[in-house]
């Protein structure tokens, strides 16, 4: 016969409320307690009756994630952390891949599996302000991605303009003078281009540089096959770049590939820098260096400011923002 929460209390040495408040999530339990009954439960392999909580709570302790893609190392790494930190309050995730198009995107917003699941995590890219604020869905929803995206929700993101102003005073500093940059879009789906080129702009004025426009690069897709394109494309010019910033990783990796097979030196001829820290970008030869976002952080907040609204029944009056902290990671591509 398995396990229940009086098993779990008795071993654990807490009361049964305790146990239940663990299962269900209940943010008051201290970090101690938690770990114990969670240690208790792990050795006594129980597992709580997802149908029974689902009655007694009217919840079914189910959270959706909706992501662009998840073949870009960013949003499969985020989409891994929301999965743990779900876990942790003892909600499983199912997960979406729109593919950054507004119809499918639309869907999400409209109540994605709204019968099955608690509570949306959202990383649009399609949708604008307008589209948030004409939403009747009321499962809750937590938006993950671009500060510019200011709708009715709560929303967890990083400061793209500092930082890709960063990554550009970062190629400055160690004495670039034409840099480049590769992903911007004009699209209605470019918000985190916009973002990042407008931190470029910036970038170059703290430096005392001039804009080029020969120097910006268009990328459709944060894919490695159009950084490879744009740098092919820079290397053309009668006076080529000698330090470029790509708008993810996957750009920066396309364009260390182009660099690698003319033969041109990094960072020694150019230097590059990315962004979002994908797993293989400290892999790559050189190393690349890049911006890198608090996934873990993103992912736990999120989580936790979409179950604060699950449990409260009602939505804050004014939406939430939180701004995530990032690292500028100096790696071989920029080393001095």
């Known amino acids: 016969m398995g396990s229940n929460l009086k098993d779990v209390a008795a071993l654990a040495g807490v009361s049964v409320k305790t146990v239940s408040n663990v299962v269900n999530g209940y943010v008051h339990v201290s970090a101690a307690t938690r770990e114990r009954v969670q240690r208790a439960i792990d050795e006594l392999g129980y597992r709580p ?153 910036k970038g170059l004025d703290d430096a005392g540089l001039d804009l080029d426009p020969a120097l910006v690069l268009p990328a459709p897709r944060f894919h490695r096959a159009e950084g490879y394109a744009a740098m092919a494309s820079l290397l053309e010019l009668p006076d080529p770049p000698d330090g470029v910033f790509c708008f993810n990783d996957l750009l920066a990796l396309g364009a260390l590939r182009c660099l690698h097979t003319r033969g041109v030196p990094v960072p020694e001829q150019v230097a590059l820098i990315g962004f979002d820290d994908a797993e293989e970008s400290s892999y790559a030869t050189p190393s690349l260096s890049t911006i890198a976002p608090d996934k873990a952080a993103i992912a736990t907040t999120a989580v936790e400011l979409l179950l604060s609204r699950i449990r409260a029944g009602e939505p804050p009056e004014a939406p939430r923002r939180v701004t995530a902290g990032y690292t500028l990671i100096a790696r071989e591509s920029s080393a001095r």
């Open 49 to 201: 009756n997802a149908t029974a909580r689902s009655l007694r709570s009217g919840r079914s302790g189910v959270l959706a994630l909706a992501v662009p893609e998840l073949g870009v190392p960013y949003f499969a790494e985020l989409a891994s952390l929301v999965v743990d930190a779900a876990a942790a309050h003892g909600y499983t995730v199912l997960i979406d891949q729109t593919a950054g198009a507004k119809d499918r995107e639309l869907v999400v917003l409209g109540g994605i599996r709204h019968h099955l699941v608690d509570g949306v995590l959202f990383s649009p890219l399609a949708l604008g302000v307008a589209d948030l604020r004409r939403r009747t869905d009321s499962t809750p929803m937590v938006l993950l991605g671009e500060r510019g995206l200011r709708g009715p929700t709560d929303h967890v993101g990083i400061d793209n303009i500092r930082a890709a102003r960063e990554a550009t005073r970062h190629l400055a500093e160690r004495g670039c003078r034409r840099i480049a940059a590769i992903g911007v879009q004009s699209v209605g789906t470019g918000a985190t281009a916009r973002q990042r080129y407008a931190g470029y702009r």
